[in-house]
């Protein structure tokens, strides 16, 4: 059962003309329930125009820092970011989930790390960076920051501050693709770019872990250079907020019904599904209070198990290939291709 908070917006941040920063005000009481780790997200629930609409947003706040805070930049047919760009106000009451995620900086002594963001990308990257250069005073942190110009650079003035306030183990690099500033690489985040710093600037230190947040095609590019250059897989960090579709899985789902039980909160339930429908969307339907947030594949909010029969995913940033094949999937990317099959959310 996804579990949601009534909170008050504390404070909305202009950060760029297309972005905010949202402060929820966390009362004492709930203080434990929303302790978090750099990197996680939480699930804001909002009534608009007559439908309950839910999206994850990464904290970039620190866990150190006391505060709970997300930026929201508002996307091409975003429902949920207009809105919230547009109507959120100090004092509204916003019903968020607790913080939640698998992209996790656990800062230790001694590291460099490095990260590649782009664009709204950055939220999350800023809070393990503030997590590193407050806490570990014995670690370093190398961002490369791409956006179109520095007028659309969320936390560019907070950036900037970091640098000259850390200016010994903090290293900022922006990139921008449709400005020219000087001493400021132009274009995008790509290999040749990533090569640069890792190969050249760079090229006498060892990093010991990398983050990467951005599109999916800057996410594979970087990746893939990053292994090339030593860096192990395993080492290598990403989370993206838009995932491309699995052409052969999506060709897999067929039409036809299928018998489903779906075992919730110490509750089983049956019913017949079409297999041209995902399986959290026929959960919904079915009155099942399923979890979820983004329904893109992006995050792991709904994320079940295949205990009976089989589906396929037709889109997957998350899962590796040893927790699909343990039965892991996500629900809202989900479709059944078995006559019978049982999932369970609270195994997982």
Known sequence: ??????????????????????????????????????????TIQQEIRGDEVRRAYSICSTPQSGELRVAIKA?????????????????????????EGRFLLNPETNKNYIAFAAGSGITPILSMVKSVLENEPTSNFTLIYGNKSIADTIFYTQLNTLKESFSDRFKLHYILSRENVKNVLRGRIDENVTTYFVKNMYKETTFDAAFLCGPEEMIQEVSKTLKNHKIDKENIHSELFIVSVDEDATS??????????VLLDDEETTFTMQQTDSILAASLRNDLDAPYSCQ????????????????????????????????????????????????DFDDV
Do not use: R
């Not at 009534?6 to 302790?35: D, G, M, W």
């Not at 897999?252 to 039980?261: L, V």
């Open 1 to 42: 059962m996804a579990t949601f908070y009534k909170v008050k917006i504390q404070e909305v941040k202009q950060e760029t003309a297309s972005a905010i920063s949202v402060l929820f005000n966390i009362p004492p009481h709930l203080k434990s329930e929303f302790n978090f780790i750099s990197g996680q997200y939480i």
């Open 75 to 99: 996307v091409e047919k975003g429902v949920f970011s207009f809105y919230a760009n547009s109507h959120f106000k100090v004092g509204d009451e916003i019903e968020i989930s607790i913080p």
């Open 252 to 261: 897999a789902i067929k039409e036809g019904t299928t018998e489903i039980t």
């Open 296 to 343: 893109g594949g992006v995050c792991s909010s709904c994320l079940g198990k295949v205990t009976e029969g089989k589906a396929v995913m037709v889109k997957n940033s998350i899962l590796t290939d040893s927790e699909v094949e343990e039965g892991l999937i996500l629900t809202c990317q989900a479709y059944p291709t078995t006559s019978k099959i049982t999932i």
